[in-house]
T-cell receptor, first 116, second 116 residues
């Protein structure tokens, strides 16, 4: 069975501070995908990143960066120089990489509040 | 822009009165999903269509049904809504078969259902 744990329920930081959102996963699959989604107050889930389990390189996209460590089953997300627009609920998710079995298993989410 | 559209954005129904939520997509994705998301919880997969094949989650109540008349449209029918069915309902699509953006789920803005 797959499981995603986001231990941080809520985080508040002052604008311009860096913040890291933790994600730990469990799976028996040898090949899988990891995702991060952002859910602003409007409700729509916005895709941020997909990472294949074979690719352990860290990724940076603007102020966002992701640290994938297979040895610790973690896929952490860092926002640098946070902004008020980053306030949202962030979900980490996991799926198998088998065709026809791409269901997402979500973590419980981390509510991030950026204080102006 | 290609997208996932959900109508209506807000739906109010009475206890026990059938309701239908709709989802359409212009992405030409072959997989479509319906999620239920209750307040402060992660999205929960109800079912998904892999092409025309319907896949029901084991714990999805019989009260929830779905139809996919063609590639672009998918409907969620709640036959007898109860108070516990009040939630945000999210539709998502993805493309199976490998390649770029494979398995990335694109979400619609959701329909918030209120049951009186």
């Amino acid at each position: 069975a797959q499981k995603v744990t986001q231990a941080q329920t809520e985080i508040s930081v002052v604008e311009k501070e860096d913040v890291t959102l933790d994600c730990v996963y469990e799976t028996r699959d040898t090949t899988y995908y990891l995702f991060w989604y952002k859910q602003p107050p409007s409700g729509e889930l916005v895709f941020l990143i997909r990472r294949n389990s074979f690719d352990e390189q860290n990724e940076i996209s603007g102020r966002y960066s992701w640290n994938f460590q297979k040895s610790t089953s973690s896929f952490n997300f860092t926002i640098t120089a946070s902004q008020v627009v980053d306030s949202a609920v962030y979900f980490c998710a996991l799926s198998a990489a088998n065709f026809g079995n791409e269901k997402l298993t979500f973590g419980t989410g981390t509510r991030l509040t950026i204080i102006p | 822009d290609a997208m996932v559209i959900q109508n209506p954005r807000y739906q109010v129904t009475q206890f026990g009165k059938p309701v239908t939520l709709s989802c359409s997509q212009t992405l030409n994705h072959n997989v479509m999903y319906w999620y239920q998301q209750k307040s402060s919880q992660a999205p929960k997969l109800l079912f998904h269509y892999y092409d025309k094949d319907f896949n029901n989650e084991a714990d999805t109540p019989d009260n929830f049904q779905s139809r996919r008349p063609n590639t672009s449209f998918c409907f969620l029918d709640i036959r007898s809504p109860g108070l516990g069915d009040a939630a945000m309902y999210l539709c998502a699509t993805s493309r199976s078969g490998g390649g770029p953006s494979y398995n990335e789920q694109f979400f619609g803005p959701g329909t918030r259902l209120t049951v009186l």
